[in-house]
């Protein structure tokens, strides 16, 4: 009986043995892949905390997603030189990629009235004292590629004019202008350089201004110690138009072009109407044309964005 009783004891236990092996096995596949597994099992949880704060999609997405857009963010600084559509004109002249060799010629065939158009559109009518956003297009009229010449010192200087339908100016400061403060000399002079776009056939080139309805006055000798040399005594603000009818003329930096003696490539010009109640004071006193370095400020375009180099 002994005898039975020991062989059974020790079939039992071979059997318990040899069953063993394949948990081990198993133990031993799980062990080879410990961070799949931890991977997968965290992914629905992560896709959870998306779902929570934005698309679902989880971690491995999102940094793909987040490179894409910052690679996209890098290509829209870079403003385009030439093409069908410069849809922010001063972007494009603002950088360094645009401007050409101080001692490069012009295009050889400079633009005309035949060769290239220019609109200017703004608000028909503005409140005293408002702003409104100018816009000037410049349109390829040709069947092939147009260069286009800009003035740049530091940046591109749209400047405003504002007349009454006679011809009258009103925009202008009362009395003589003043003499630069000594201090003034001391500034860094700044060296004109010429950027250049080029248009393709019907393509347009958009230059956004602001402008405000109000009257100047020169600006305080404290403020025009900040002047630029070769850009006149600066001004300031002195309280919103008054009501009426007015001839705005945008005097743009576009240089090397064939045209009449009313400007009408370089210098547009468009009707606008004073009317309706005075805007608020906060608004007339901080004019959006604002230039850099006290440099005429209110008939300077918007402060573009530095130069790329």
């Known amino acids: 009986m002994k005898s039975?009783?020991?062989?059974?004891?020790?079939?039992?236990?071979l059997a318990s043995c040899h069953s063993n092996k394949p948990a081990q096995s198993a133990e031993s596949s799980e062990g080879t892949t410990p961070s799949s597994k931890s991977a997968n099992a965290a992914e629905p949880d992560q896709s959870g905390s998306s779902a929570l704060d934005g698309p679902a999609g989880g971690t491995p997405s999102t940094p793909r997603s987040d490179k894409a857009s910052i690679d996209d963010d890098t290509e829209k600084?870079?403003?385009?030189?030439?093409?069908?559509?410069?849809?922010?004109?001063?972007?494009s002249l603002s950088q360094a990629s645009c401007e050409v060799a101080p001692n490069a010629p012009a295009p050889p065939e400079a633009?005309?009235?035949?060769?290239?158009?220019?609109?200017i559109n703004a608000?028909?009518?503005?409140?005293?004292?408002?702003?409104?956003?100018?816009?000037?297009?410049?349109?390829?009229?040709?069947?092939?590629?147009l260069p286009l010449d800009f003035t740049v010192d530091p940046d591109p200087h749209f400047a405003f004019e504002l007349s009454t339908p006679k011809g009258v100016r009103v925009d202008?400061?009362?009395g003589n202008e003043p003499s630069l403060p000594s201090e003034a000399a001391d500034n860094e002079a700044v060296e004109p350089h010429t950027a250049r776009v080029t248009l393709a056939s019907n393509g347009t080139a958009t230059a956004v201004l602001p402008w405000q309805a109000v009257k100047y006055k020169w600006a305080s000798p404290e403020k025009a110690k900040g002047a630029?040399?070769?850009?006149?005594?600066?001004?300031?603000?002195?309280?919103?138009?008054?009501?009426?009818?007015?001839t705005l003329r945008v005097?743009?930096?576009?240089?090397?072009i064939e045209e009449g003696s009313e400007h009408e490539l370089s210098q547009p010009h468009v009707s606008i109407e004073v009317t309706g109640s005075p805007a608020s004071d906060s608004a007339a006193a901080t004019p959006s044309g604002s230039s850099k370095k006290g440099?005429?400020?209110?008939t300077a375009a918007p402060t573009s964005a530095k130069k790329k180099h």
């Open 251 to 256: 005097i743009t930096p576009l240089v090397h």
């Open 111 to 119: 633009p005309t009235k035949d060769t290239l158009e220019v609109r």
């Open 77 to 91: 600084k870079d403003a385009p030189c030439s093409g069908a559509s410069i849809t922010d004109l001063l972007a």
């Open 295 to 298: 440099s005429k400020a209110p």
């Open 172 to 174: 202008k400061p009362a």
């Open 123 to 145: 608000d028909s009518t503005i409140a005293p004292g408002g702003a409104a956003k100018v816009t000037v297009v410049f349109r390829n009229k040709s069947k092939g590629d």
């Open 4 to 13: 039975i009783a020991s062989g059974v004891a020790l079939g039992l236990a």
């Open 228 to 246: 630029l040399a070769g850009h006149g005594y600066p001004r300031e603000p002195a309280g919103p138009l008054p009501k009426g009818k007015y």
